[in-house]
């Protein structure tokens, strides 16, 4: 079955307001990545977790490995915010770096 | 740094034809992955090297597909006897020590 399950799959936000995005585990992740993904279809980084929170402007995001979840905090929501959002994890057993991918958020900010 | 390069951007086959996909890392990374992305699927791993050796192929379709390092500038992937289910944007990663894996901007392959 999937081992990174995503939500919302879409979301749409207002400009200046905010909301969370988040990611379940349903195996030990080693580390979380965050990315988004842009209209040309890069995928961008935004966080590389291995514990705790990371905070870069806007954006926030927070991995608990005990737990088995990560989350993407945005506030103050811009224009250039819409895209799609996708976490991915790297499992902590067998030293296995490969990720694994969420089924991604959509975001679309309003004015 | 120019970040992870792939080449080409686009691709069209026909049917039955060879595919060859390239990937140059960024200087100094040691690990390069590939994944394919389809909007059935999402994103899904195929394949990586760690020190140009193979370490897990696990993504890959056991006929047709195929992935090489020769030297740690460069990853080809290599797709026989293309079919329109191979479709897919497939995407070049590579990381460093750190793990955090950075990715090129993908190649399109359009099989018709």
């Known amino acids: 079955g999937d081992q990174v399950e995503q939500s919302p799959s879409a979301l749409s936000l207002h400009e200046g307001t905010g909301s969370a995005l988040r990611c379940n585990f349903t195996?030990?992740?080693?580390?979380v990545q965050w990315f988004q993904q842009n209209s040309r279809g890069s995928l961008i980084n935004l966080f590389y977790l291995a514990s705790g929170t990371k905070e870069n402007g806007r954006l926030k995001s927070t991995f608990n490995s005990k737990e088995s979840y990560s989350t993407l905090h945005i506030r103050d929501a811009q224009l250039e915010d819409s895209g799609t959002y996708f976490c991915a994890a790297s499992m902590a057993t067998g030293g296995n770096n490969k990720l694994t991918f969420g089924q991604g958020t959509v975001l679309s900010v309003i004015p | 740094n120019a970040g992870v390069i792939q080449t080409p951007r686009h691709k069209v086959t026909g049917k039955g034809q060879e595919a060859t996909l390239w990937c140059e890392p960024i200087?100094?990374?040691?690990?390069v992955f590939w994944y394919r992305q389809t909007i059935v699927q999402g994103l899904e791993f195929l394949t990586y090297f760690r020190n140009q050796a193979p370490i897990d192929d696990s993504g890959m379709p056991k006929e047709r597909f195929s992935a090489q390092m020769p030297n740690q500038s460069h990853s080809t992937l290599k797709i026989q006897s293309t079919q329109p289910q191979d479709s897919a944007v497939y995407l070049c990663?590579?990381?460093?020590?750190?793990?955090?894996?950075?990715f090129g901007p993908g190649t399109r392959l359009t099989v018709l």
């Open positions: 200087s100094g990374h040691s690990a």
């Open positions: 990663a590579s990381s460093s020590d750190t793990y955090e894996q950075y």
């Open positions: 195996t030990t992740m080693r580390a």
